[in-house]
Each structure stands twice: as structure tokens, then as C-alpha cells.
């Protein structure tokens, strides 16, 4: 699909947390830390997912009248520690009754009969008054009273966790998260309660910065490297051709190599003569000029203008310019199937995937001969796990264009994730096959082998991995993304963190607007322990993002970092480093 990252395979469950954790490509780790992937796929085998919603303590039997005589003459040869705990037994019989106010009363004389010294008492006293409140809703109290149970026992998960839940009710998502990334790390990930609430209060502030962030920031053109891998994905795409002849000057290119002169005024044939020499900042303005005078090409000049528009971050731009094409009905029928494709990825960057699939129906309906329609819809079929109807698409691209090596290669991956995922070995090595297959034809496709080393990854055949990358880089020396994928393979093949960073590195410095370096080099980070750097990391991928989506997952990312901070700094916990 235009504009995304190839959809990469699930993987299992039989490696080392930290390694597992670092599988990095669609947005998976969305927890505190990325050790949740890895903690997430075992809860269910594990106990203390039950709510903690019971006091602590037991409740007295009920008491006959002369029972409560008897209990007030002892009563009177009791400590005051003893009284307290008396008190607190009396409450706990009233909360599992119901009688949440009776309860209260009996937690509060706990509370004031409990010698001073007396701290782990005192904090469950507290603890079990904001249970209670928590049953009448009273959410302000509960945090109070919670407060007062961590300030005496700062590792108390159950006020911790209890004083997240009211806080979350408050709207105080930033102090939730930090009392439940404690609790996480206190429970050693292992308690799924915890961990869910970590997780949607980090997709809840993730959405809302994001939305902000997204709103007010300036538009960046990518790389060179990232423009022409995007248009690579076209084969069917008018905007993205060379200049034919007629639209030069006969003259030849000066000795310098530059692009001979336009011939006429057309700010689109300008535009087009830019693209030529990756002069891709002056594009937007040669196209405007095009629309606003009318002229011959405006169709193609809004569709080129859209497409860079998306490609610089700035959908809100391009959406209006992609309607005007799609609603063009004497316009070139290439240019709208090209505009509903790009429209519809649109879209599924907007997590909308019913208008998404409604374009690219549209796209097959107008212009039934387009490859490119059945290739990004086939990636689009695989982002909603509907792999059948991808393969369909992708053999329907083939079809009308026998060439398509990047089809076929997504076809192979997409019938090993099938595979792979439904754990069927036989399927599995069917669809190495065909990877064997397509990079045997297509000795030239980047794309076929960078998706068989994923594949070769999961499979453990780390060294096959690693020669496959190393084609790539071969092909395509200046693909940054390609340099992060063989690094994360260095980490999780040999465990070796100096190469796999300096390889990351090194993809940052070939495209220093590589987002996904910049990702994974924070995530690593955050295994090392090194959270101000991972937290550096994650801010400049921040900065980079082309969707408003991404961005929403950089700062839950962001945010996970942030908070083990300041856990670190108030209760001196760390989870597990690497």
C-alpha cells in the first residue's frame, strides 16, 4: 500500500524476552517498556489477573450480643496496635457486606488507633478506607488515601495500583501511568490487569499529543531514498514517468548533466523536469502555478501536488487536491485510479479502513487493468488479515503484469504469514520456496529479498538472514531501513549490541530522516537501561513522522520511557535491562 512499511510477520514465543522485544516493525510494542511484548504472550498462563477489590485482612465473624460484650472486655486489656487491627477486622466484615459508610467508619478509628511507628499497619488501614471509597465512587479520596498507604510503604502494589484506577477516573493519565508502570515493574509484568491499563493509558495520551503534535507541526520532505522507493511502488502512474519527448527542448543535457529547459511556461512539466533532478522542494510551487492558471495538465499537476502533500506529512493539503481528480470525469482514467489508491492509503494511515477499501474497490471498478490497484490493495487486504484476498489481488497484479517482482515477492510473504501464523511447516516451506523462486527470476528486487531475511528470520536461519540483507545493501546502499533491519538481526542472531547499534548508526547517518532508526534506537535504549537517551531517540522519530498514527505510537513509546524515569527517581525501581 502507498506510503507504509512492508507488514511484517508475527513472531513466536521461544526467545529471550529482550530479543523478542526488539522484532521491530509495526508498531507492536505499545506498553511500558518493550518488555511487555514478551510478558504479554504469557499472562494467560499465569495467575493474579483476578481485580483487587477486597480489603486486606480478615472479617470477624458475626457476633451475638453476648459476643460483643465479651469483644468489648477484651477490648479494653488489648494494645492500641491490637485495637486498630480489631477495628480494621470489624470494617472488613462491614465492606464485604456492602456497607461501604459502616466500613469507612471502622477503617478511620483504625486509622487514629494505630501507634504512629506502626507503618505497614497504617498503610493497609489506608488502603482498605480508599477500597472502600472506591465502591462509592469517591475517587478524589481514593487517591488521597492511597497516597498516604505509599508514603508509609512506597512499594505497596495494591495502593499503587488502586490510587492508577482513581486517577485515570480524575483524567491524570501522566500520574496514573507512573503508578502503574511501578506496578509493573513491581509485578514483574506478570499480572495482565496491570499491563492493560498501562497499555490504553499510553494509546489514550499517545492519541491526544499526537493530535496536537500533528496539527501544528511543519511539513518535512523526506529523503531522496524514501521518494523514489515510494513511486517504485508504482508501475502505472503517469506523474511519476520521465518527461517524454516533446515536453523538452530538443537540445541536449549541457555538460554539467543537468536536465534540459521546459519547454513553454507549465509549472507541471517544471515540476516534472524537479523530479528528474530530485530538486523535490520546488515541486508543490510549480504545481500550484499549473492549478491556478488553468493549464493543460492541472489534473496531473493536482495529483503530483497531492502526492507530495502526503509524502511531506500533510494529508488535510492533500485530500482536497485527490478529490478533485477522483471527481474528474473527462480526466485521464489512470490519473483517478492513481488518485483512489493514494486517497484510500490515506485512509488506512487514518485507522479508516472502510473508505479505505471503498476506494480501492472504486480503483478496480474505473481502471479494471491497473496492476497498481491489486498491488497496494493486496497490502492493504494484509493489514486487515485478510490474507486470501490479498493473495487474490497480488495474483491478479501478476497477472496483468508478469513483471511485477515486487508483487511477487509480497505474495510469497503474504502466503508465509499465513503459514506461519497458522503453524503449518509444510506451507511454510512452500512459501520459502517461492521466495527462492522470486529472487532466482528478480535477481534485481531489493524488496523480494529484504522480505525473505524476514522470513529467514523467523525461521532462525539467521546466516541465510544475513546474506540476504547484505543483497540489499548491495542493491540499494543508500535504504537506510535496510541497515536497522540487519542490525536488529545482529542482536537477536548473536546477541552482539555493539554491531547492532553501530549498524543502526549507520542507517541514521546515510538517511538522517530515518524514523525507524530512530525508533529502534530508542527501544534498544530502553532495554539498556539508557532511558534519557531512548527518550532523545524517540523525540527526533517524533519529529519525523508521516502520520498522524506513527506519531500517536512514538509518544506512547515516548511516554512508557518517561515514566520509568520517574519511577526510577521516586521509588528507585527499574525493570530488567539488557
Given at each position: ?55 486486606e ?12 460484650a465479651?469483644a468489648?472486655?477484651e ?10 487491627q ?5 470494617g472488613?466484615?462491614?465492606?464485604k ?31 482498605n ?11 478524589t ?20 495500583f ?5 486517577l ?62 515510494y ?59 499549473e492549478?491556478e ?12 501536488r ?41 485512509y ?6 472502510l ?11 474505473i ?9 497496494h ?37 503474504a ?89 543502526i ?9 530515518c ?39 512514538l ?6 520511557a518517561?515514566?520509568q ?14
Amino acid at each position: 500500500m502507498a506510503a507504509s512499511k512492508p507488514v511484517e510477520p508475527q513472531s513466536g514465543t521461544g526467545l529471550p524476552r529482550w530479543q523478542l522485544a526488539l522484532l521491530v516493525g509495526t508498531p507492536i510494542v505499545l506498553g511500558v517498556g518493550a518488555v511487555y511484548l514478551w510478558n504479554r504472550s504469557r499472562t494467560k498462563e499465569r495467575k493474579g489477573t483476578g481485580e483487587r477489590k477486597t480489603p486486606e485482612g480478615s472479617a470477624s465473624p458475626v457476633q451475638g450480643q453476648d459476643g460483643a460484650a465479651r469483644a468489648s472486655r477484651e477490648q479494653e486489656n488489648m494494645s492500641p496496635l491490637d485495637r486498630a487491627q480489631a477495628a480494621k477486622n470489624k470494617g472488613n466484615k462491614y465492606f464485604k457486606a456492602g456497607k461501604y459508610e459502616n466500613a469507612i467508619q471502622c477503617y478511620t478509628e483504625a486509622i487514629g488507633l494505630c501507634p504512629t511507628e506502626q507503618k505497614t499497619d497504617l498503610s493497609t488501614f489506608y488502603q482498605n478506607r480508599a477500597a472502600a471509597y472506591e465502591q462509592q465512587m469517591k475517587w478524589t479520596e481514593v487517591v488521597q488515601d492511597c497516597s498516604q498507604a505509599v508514603e508509609l510503604n512506597p512499594r505497596y502494589v495494591k495502593a499503587l495500583f488502586r490510587r492508577a484506577k482513581a486517577l485515570e477516573k480524575l483524567d491524570n493519565k501522566k500520574e496514573c501511568l507512573e503508578d502503574v508502570t511501578a506496578v509493573c515493574i513491581l509485578e514483574a509484568f506478570q499480572n495482565q490487569q496491570s499491563m492493560l491499563l498501562a497499555d490504553k493509558v499510553l494509546k489514550q495520551l499517545g492519541k491526544e499529543k499526537a493530535k496536537e503534535k500533528y496539527k501544528n507541526r511543519e511539513p518535512m520532505m523526506p529523503s531522496p531514498q524514501f521518494i523514489k522507493s515510494y513511486f517504485s511502488s508504482f508501475t502505472d502512474d503517469i506523474i511519476s514517468q520521465p518527461l517524454q519527448k516533446g515536453e523538452k527542448k530538443d537540445e541536449d543535457k549541457d555538460k554539467e548533466g543537468e536536465a534540459a529547459e521546459v519547454t513553454g511556461s507549465s509549472g507541471y512539466l517544471k515540476a516534472k523536469q524537479y523530479m528528474e533532478e530530485e530538486n523535490y522542494d520546488k515541486i508543490i510551487s510549480e504545481c500550484t502555478k499549473e492549478i491556478e492558471s488553468g493549464g493543460r495538465y492541472t489534473a496531473e499537476a493536482l495529483l503530483l501536488r497531492a502526492t507530495f502533500y502526503l509524502l511531506i506529512g500533510n494529508a488535510t493539503a492533500a485530500q482536497p487536491d485527490l478529490d478533485r481528480v477522483i471527481n474528474m470525469q473527462d480526466a485521464n482514467v489512470k490519473l483517478r485510479g492513481n488518485a483512489l489508491i493514494k486517497r484510500g492509503s490515506m485512509y488506512m494511515q487514518q485507522q479508516q479502513p472502510l473508505l479505505s477499501t471503498q476506494d480501492f474497490n472504486m480503483a478496480a471498478e474505473i481502471d479494471t487493468r491497473n496492476p497498481d490497484v491489486y498491488h497496494h490493495r493486496g497490502q492493504l487486504k494484509i493489514l486487515l488479515d485478510q490474507v486470501d484476498e490479498a493473495v487474490g489481488d497480488f495474483d491478479e497484479c501478476i497477472l496483468l503484469r508478469p513483471d511485477s517482482a515486487l508483487a511477487q515477492a509480497q505474495k510469497c510473504f503474504a502466503l508465509y504469514r499465513q503459514a506461519y501464523t497458522g503453524n503449518n511447516p509444510s506451507q511454510v516451506q512452500t512459501a520459502m520456496d517461492g521466495f527462492e523462486d522470486v529472487i532466482r527470476r528478480f535477481p534485481k528486487c531489493a524488496e523480494g529479498y529484504a522480505l525473505y531475511a524476514q522470513a529467514l528470520t523467523d525461521q532462525q536461519q539467521f546466516g541465510k538472514a544475513d546474506e540476504m540483507y547484505d543483497k540489499c545493501i548491495e542493491l540499494e546502499p543508500d535504504n537506510a531501513t535496510t541497515y536497522v533491519h540487519k542490525g536488529l538481526l545482529q542482536l537477536q542472531w548473536k546477541q552482539d549490541l555493539d554491531l547492532g547499534l553501530e549498524l543502526i548508526s549507520k542507517a541514521i547517518e546515510i538517511d538522517n530522516k530515518c524514523d525507524f532508526a530512530y525508533e529502534t534506537m530508542g527501544t534498544i535504549e530502553v532495554q539498556r537501561g539508557n532511558l534519557d537517551k531512548a527518550i532523545e531517540m524517540f523525540n527526533k522519530a517524533i519529529n519525523l513522522a508521516k502520520s498522524e498514527m506513527e506519531m500517536a505510537h512514538l509518544y506512547s513509546l515516548c511516554d512508557a520511557a518517561y515514566a520509568q524515569t520517574e519511577v526510577a527517581r521516586k521509588y528507585g525501581l527499574k525493570p530488567p535491562t539488557l
